[in-house]
């Protein structure tokens, strides 16, 4: 609990999705090492306010890591510069005195800025809407433990599970590539047996759509990884590429049925 | 107004086999013809939608977030109860019941607690089904955990984000029936305002919070699954955007709020750390599995560090006071008890407001990988936080607002006193009665959103005939003029304060004075003091910007102008409760530090009617009646 620090904010701040947009600087003295970066974005905006100005916009909500609102570039890295951190998770002790912080949106393509910091992600539901469900209406499934599940698949499944979404893959990738998102998605469900009916078919589906969405194409930088809070493994790409791959070769188009009935 | 809980007669086991078939159905063909507005996506608003698409039903959903993905279910860390029994522990239906009536200290309907307990089953079918990758044993067969109020193990999880995972099933879900196009999403859309046409609930009035544009939405039923009002106290492990709007203005329009003083404290949270705090952070409860709760036994040494107190002079209140349960005693008793140890000045850590879970039992005794194991993330989570490691230092906690058992009214048809207004999960009053169970809230969300809300709104449905009606209608285009008001009401105040300050005021008053302990002299003054706060507020409120834009600032400030008069409502529920029950805790009303209920005098839900600006609301009571659990003291010593 070591006394306050000052610091300068350099912020991208835009109107509106069709304002031009560029940064600001801000001075935010008095900042406590305890306080999370968002709160010292809280007290930058209280501040704003008291002067007559228009607060910063920013994503956030849960503030707890976990629902993957937020999401700020932070001296050009995403989420900031702690590992497996999220930017609400991220605290003002992992900065010193006198530093000089410069906040950016996410910045792709696919993500158009709404208002300063806050980007439009409607791209990644619409790559789930692709394929990243298990086919099941409520209430037709068999009794949960009818079905075995070793628990290393169980464990890997889980691994790509804890995805949340955030975008930072996106905005730590050189080509803005989604492929840590999608393919997340695509094993989580390809490594359960709940998944195998769909599983080529899904990864077709969402592969396309991410090419339909503008996110570029992934080369294995492996910056998504570092970047994702959740350390989402690269590997999963891989598996994204063989079941994508497979898929192409396998899945015939489907069917018309006729005459049922 | 009359409250008519419709449970069906007969035995409680046979009730809602009964109710379903004698409920209506709308043909499948028709179906499509019926609109229906779901508000919120958390696991109650994913799954009613998703289910009710599935059907066939026109679905519209809402959400405030960028996706409904984000909803606050998410950031649910411990489990989902189910009595599958698959631990051959004694559990069943019934004992699953029997927990969630004693748990929620008689103040739930019994009806609604017995079926929550019988589709619990169904929940964990559904879900695996989905592909939620719940945990496992080796064998291949599910695993489960032990959580507070219960002897048997019944919780199911996923790590420590079964919420994440559960609702990442009903997202993928309603995502599925976005694609198909049953349901039309509606992001980043707040709702502001319900719309009666002839007393009967016909569609909402949303703000494009992108846009700012103001829009009516029509159609034959409206369900609320907007969550709980913890965000009244400004500090709360909820999510920041959390709020009372959707339910406090249906209150508004006729629905009776049930209970709105029950709220839920939860013992296993990060202690505040200074001014600056804008949320609290919860430590799952399932830590209590292999955590021990202590503090110093003397008041002088609690400035030392923990290992620098012996063993014998550590007091480990919980397994004193409540042998049979120890730490994993229920929320309320446990959040008490460290009240009543920090009170007695035996409190730990900065500013004397915590208290000691540690792991160095279990660490020694299962090895510090099997730890890792079970709560790893919980334990980054918490030395992120704090920057202190909970493998060498016992982890400090302290309870925090954490879920509001009240809510709307609703009967056993989850519809409130508005005809065709329904409302599920955390939003409505109706399973937990004074307390919650760990693990119970993501049940009852997908209770009622899989398995109960898909019913009994083709009951609703079929039993009614809905005249045409469109956005021209006289009452939407008045419903729409009252929010655009109300929004020029707040940009034209240009005061000095910001809402943040506000928000603040209100959250520290409820805190003291409607929070972990209550009493009528307290709740008399904060009665006194919150409509002058809310004079305030709307004299010398700033919000910067304008209705026409993405504008944060208005968005907070209209959730906080209802908090400023939901919160008179709790108030005056909390006081005209003279007993302790549950997360109730009227300090008038206690036996050697005990809560102490009443029963011939409050055996009811308090629903409450509005009766206008600046009128007392109108208490009506819905007595409890125990048919099958049998009102008893609850103990858990």
């Known amino acids: 609990m070591s006394g306050t620090m000052n610091i300068t904010l350099k912020v991208w701040r835009q109107a509106g999705p069709t304002a031009p947009g560029g940064f600001e600087e801000y001075k935010a003295p008095g900042i406590s090492p305890d306080m999370s970066f968002l709160e010292m974005l809280d007290v930058v905006n209280e501040r704003l306010i008291e002067g007559g100005k228009d607060p910063i916009a920013f994503d956030h909500d849960c503030r707890e890591g976990i629902c993957g609102m937020c999401g700020l570039m932070i001296n050009g890295s995403a989420h900031g510069p702690s590992k497996l951190t999220t930017t609400c998770q991220l605290h003002m002790r992992s900065f010193k005195d006198g530093d000089y912080i410069t906040i950016e949106p996410w910045r792709a393509k696919a993500f158009p800025v709404l208002r300063d910091l806050v980007v439009d992600r409607g791209p990644l539901d619409r790559i789930i809407q692709a394929g990243g469900f298990v086919s099941v209406a409520t209430g037709s499934p068999q009794d949960a433990?009818?079905?075995?599940?070793?628990?290393?698949?169980?464990?890997?499944a889980m691994d790509a599970a804890a995805c949340i979404g955030c975008g930072a893959c996106v905005a730590a990738c050189p080509n803005a590539s989604v492929s840590l998102f999608t393919a997340a998605k695509i094993s989580h469900l390809g490594l359960l047996p709940q998944g195998q009916p769909e599983r080529y078919r899904r990864a077709l589906h969402m592969v396309a759509q991410m090419d339909l969405e503008g996110f570029g194409g992934c080369t294995l930088f492996g910056e998504c990884m570092e970047a994702c809070p959740k350390g989402i493994s690269i590997d999963f790409i891989k598996r994204m590429h063989g079941d994508y791959i497979w898929g192409a070769v396998t899945e015939k188009p489907e069917k018309v049925a006729l005459g049922s009935g | 107004m009359k409250l008519d809980s419709k449970v069906p007669s007969g035995p409680v086991k046979d009730m809602w086999d009964k109710h379903r078939f004698e409920m209506k159905l709308v043909n499948p063909a028709n179906k499509r013809k019926y609109h229906v507005i779901v508000v919120g996506s958390g696991l109650a608003g994913a799954s009613a939608a998703a289910s009710m698409s599935e059907l066939g039903y026109n679905v519209s959903c809402f959400a405030y977030q960028d996706s409904p993905r984000r909803a606050h279910s998410i950031a649910a860390q411990g489990g989902i109860n189910a009595a599958k029994n698959y631990r051959n522990d004694g559990d069943s239906i019934h004992r699953l019941f029997y927990d969630t009536v004693k748990g929620g200290d008689f103040r739930a309907r019994e009806a609604n607690v017995y079926r929550l307990a019988q589709v619990s089953v169904n929940i964990i079918d559904q879900c695996v089904a989905q592909g939620v990758p719940f945990a496992r044993e080796y064998g291949g067969l599910l695993a489960n955990r032990s959580f507070g109020g219960a002897q048997v193990s019944r919780t199911f999880y996923a790590r420590g984000q079964t919420g994440q995972q559960l609702l990442l099933g009903a997202y993928q879900a309603l995502e599925k029936?976005?694609?198909?196009?049953?349901?039309?999403?509606?992001?980043?859309?707040?709702?502001?305002?319900?719309?009666?046409?002839?007393?009967?609930?016909r569609g909402i009035i949303t703000r494009d919070m992108v846009t700012g544009a103001v829009e009516?939405?029509?159609?034959?039923?409206?369900?609320?699954?907007?969550?709980?009002y913890g965000n009244v106290f400004y500090l709360s492990t909820n999510a920041k955007g959390c709020n009372v709007t959707a339910t406090y203005r249906a209150y508004k329009k006729g629905a009776a709020f049930g209970n709105p003083c029950f709220t839920q404290i939860h013992p296993t949270c990060i202690p505040v750390a200074g001014d600056h705090q804008s949320k609290l952070t919860l430590m799952s409860e399932s830590l209590r599995n292999d955590g021990r709760v202590w503090v110093p036994k003397r008041k002088e040494d609690c400035g030392k560090k923990p290992s620098e107190i012996a063993e014998e002079d550590r007091d480990y209140y919980l397994e004193r006071k409540y042998p049979s349960f120890g730490n994993l005693s229920p929320r309320d008793i446990s959040s008490r008890a460290a009240k009543e140890a920090c009170d007695d000045g035996r409190g730990v850590g900065p500013g004397g407001r915590g208290v000691y879970l540690d792991f160095a039992d279990a660490i020694k005794r299962l090895g510090a990988k099997e730890i890792s194991e079970r709560y790893g993330n919980l334990f980054e989570m918490y030395q992120r936080i704090t920057d202190e490691d909970p493998y060498q230092v016992p982890m400090r906690i302290y309870p925090a607002v954490h879920y509001t058992m009240g809510g709307l009214w609703v009967d056993y048809n989850l519809m409130s006193t508005i005809p065709g207004l329904h409302v599920i999960g955390e939003a409505n009053f109706s399973d937990h009665g004074a307390n919650r169970l760990g693990a119970s809230a993501l049940m009852q969300g997908l209770a009622d959103g899989y398995f109960v809300l898909p019913y009994t709104i083709g009951h609703y449905l079929a039993s009614n005939k809905f005249e045409k009606v469109t956005a021209d209608h006289p009452e939407f285009q008045a419903a729409l003029e009252a929010v655009k008001t109300r929004t020029?009401?707040?940009l034209g105040v240009k005061g000095k304060r910001t809402v943040d300050s506000f928000h603040r005021e209100l959250g520290k008053i409820m805190w003291e004075k409607c929070g972990m302990a209550r009493n009528a002299a307290g709740l008399k003054q904060a009665i006194q003091e919150i409509p002058s706060l809310r004079e305030e507020f709307w004299k010398n409120v700033n919000v910067p910007g304008s209705g026409g834009e993405l504008n944060q600032s208005l968005e907070k400030a209209g959730r906080v102008a209802d908090f400023m008069e939901f919160a008179e409502l709790m108030c005056i529920d909390a006081l005209h409760r003279e007993e302790s029950c549950g997360g109730h805790f009227r300090e008038e009303y206690q036996e050697e530090g005990e809560a102490k209920r009443n029963d011939d005098?409050?055996?009811?839900?308090a629903a409450w009617e509005y009766a206008g600006d600046g009128q007392a609301p109108v208490l009506h009571k819905e007595p409890l009646e125990f048919e099958n659990v049998h009102l008893a003291t609850r103990s858990y010593k």
């Open chain 1, 145 to 156: 433990n009818a079905l075995p599940i070793g628990k290393l698949e169980a464990d890997e």
């Open chain 2, 177 to 201: 029936e976005i694609a198909r196009g049953g349901v039309k999403m509606y992001n980043r859309h707040e709702m502001l305002e319900l719309v009666l046409v002839d007393g009967v609930a």
């Open chain 2, 216 to 228: 009516a939405h029509v159609a034959d039923a409206v369900v609320l699954g907007t969550g709980g």
């Open chain 2, 488 to 490: 020029t009401r707040l």
């Open chain 2, 601 to 605: 005098q409050f055996c009811y839900v």
